[in-house]
């Protein structure tokens, strides 16, 4: 008989510092942070909760909505610029963002100490992001990623039988 998977509902500290991985998002240069996907070493599937540092001068993502996961964002420690719908708020620890879907935002750190926070939301099997200012949507279905522009959008009522 097959033995079951060990089930995990704490995670230490020691884990969580060794599990942090840095990345950048592929579509904005100054885009570079660290994180440790909490929730999944937890073993939870239906949210996301990630801890993560973006260093002095630095992006987190870029310039984003959901359509179907809301976010939110818990400062623990550091400042940080955060764009939300356009507009810029300084953000510092203790400071709660919450984004609701189709609401736009983003978080730079432009001061000289390391932004840390706190990331979740939720993990659906179909999202769809925009990229307003870069012209693109991505509809992720589980782990297949597709990318489109959306000036080459149709509106459905709009359809022939050549489109």
């Known amino acids: 008989m097959a033995e079951e998977p060990q089930r995990k509902y ?4 020691d884990e969580i510092s060794e599990q942090a991985v840095t990345a950048s998002h592929p579509w ?38 959901q359509e179907r996961e809301e976010e939110w964002i818990y400062i623990i420690s550091g400042r940080g610029g955060a764009e939300i719908e356009d507009e810029e708020f300084e953000v510092g620890p203790g400071d709660f963002m919450g984004f609701p879907t189709g609401v736009a935002h983003h978080l730079r750190n ?33 782990e297949d990623v597709q990318v489109y522009r959306t000036s080459d959008a149709t509106d459905f009522g709009e359809l022939t039988e050549e489109t």
Not at 10 to 13: I, K, N, P, S, Y
């Open 28 to 65: 904005n240069p100054n885009s570079e942070f660290t994180g440790t996907r909490l929730a999944v070493l937890s073993g939870l599937t239906r949210v996301g909760v990630n801890l993560m540092k973006v260093s002095p001068g630095k992006e987190s993502f870029i310039y984003h909505s």
């Open 110 to 142: 432009p001061y000289d100490g390391d932004l840390v926070y706190l990331v979740g939301g939720e993990n659906v099997d179909i999202e769809v992001a925009n990229f307003p200012r870069l012209g693109r949507r991505i509809i992720r279905k589980g």
């Open 10 to 13: 704490l995670v230490r500290a």
